[in-house]
């Protein structure tokens, strides 16, 4: 299996069904007023905009790890072509892949309440929500659209779950773990707000929770579940998840830093003015001389950060600690293929999370 490939083709099928998800919920906010509609706008808007889908395709293939999704050939006359009852999509697996669409709803949530918090202006290429909305007025106002329509994500999330073709207990398990990898991500949120919890350890662990949870280990428990997947398993899965979502954050801390602005979707120099304290700028802090140190310093936070500074910042990242970074997310990488190179996945599912891991420990965008 291509797996590179596999996600591309999966993308491409998310994104033909979240354009036909949402006029169907834009058109239900008539039922409320202009704002509303206006709102769910946004949020449509917000989540078409180019993206990878990978957690849509975790989900489709943690499900696919231990059941065979619905193929067309094995559909009966009866059944093709009928409406499921998911926002229009018809036939084959779409069952599943409706209930993929949550992952994507959901990160958008997430997207939108994070750019408040790290103050960003630029999502995917274009405005964040918050700086859209903060142009009509000002920024207080942008700030609580852009909580009013994050949160509008998770409520659709959970309804996509509860609407979606699958055993009531397995949905309602779902839901459950769910809600569980969403706290853990407010928890990483939290403390990355937190200052003082700056050591290597603390920053892996805000790693593990912020990002490695609802990039690879939510999407993966929640699609398990759907095909019948036991807390064993689940454990298993967490084992290949976690090493894997911190090479992910690795390598995306690299791509904030050296990457290409037309892939990464954002400014080159957005993280250091933003004053994130990756683990890549805490090594390089850690190894560097004094003066170093003092230009590092310097530069995180500065929001009149000029092209010098953060050419200096990339060539003192680039001698104390690229490098290393770099192991360590392949290490991570290796890490996740152990885990479950002996497991007894479908041979559909266990070849994607085998295949993805190598895109994602060295993507560049």
Known sequence: MDAYQTLVDY??????????FFPEKVEEARRFDAATVDSMAALSEFTLRKAKRLRAAFLYYGYAC???????????????????????????????????????????????????????HIRRGKPTIHVQYASQRDAHYGNSMALCIGNY???????????????????ERAIEELLIFVQKVIQGQIRDLRPE?????????????????????????????LAGARPPALRLLSRYALPLGIAFQLRDD??????????????????????????????????????????????????????????????????????????????????AVRAIQDALFR???????????????????
């Open 11 to 20: 993308q491409q099928r998310v994104d033909q069904a979240l354009q036909k």
């Open 66 to 120: 231990f059941a065979d999704p619905i193929r067309y050939d094995k559909v009966s006359k009866a059944q093709k072509g009928t409406d499921v009852g998911n926002a229009g999509i018809t036939g084959n697996d779409n069952h599943l892949l409706y209930a993929s669409l949550a992952m994507e709803l959901l990160q958008s949530h997430l997207l939108i309440h994070d750019d408040i918090m790290d103050r960003d």
């Open 153 to 171: 994500g998770i409520d659709h999330a959970v309804r996509i779950l509860n609407k979606s073709q699958f055993p009531s207990k397995r949905k």
């Open 197 to 225: 919890l700056r050591s290597e350890q603390e920053i892996l662990k805000t790693y593990e929770l912020k990002s490695a949870t609802y990039t690879v280990e939510g999407p993966l428990h929640v699609g398990a579940i």
């Open 254 to 335: 690299i791509n904030g830093l050296y990457g290409d602005e037309e892939k990464t979707g954002k400014p080159a120099d957005s993280d250091v003015k933003q004053g994130k304290y990756t683990l890549l700028m805490a090594r390089a802090l850690a190894a560097g001389t004094p003066a170093e140190q003092a230009t590092l310093r310097s530069a995180l936070g500065n929001q009149q950060l000029t092209t010098q500074q953060l050419d200096q910042v990339r060539e003192i990242v680039k001698q104390r600690s690229l490098d290393s970074i770099v192991a360590l997310a392949q290490q991570k990488m290796e890490e």
């Open 347 to 365: 041979a559909k599912g266990k070849e994607f999370l085998l295949g993805i891991t190598d895109f994602i420990a060295r993507r560049d965008h």
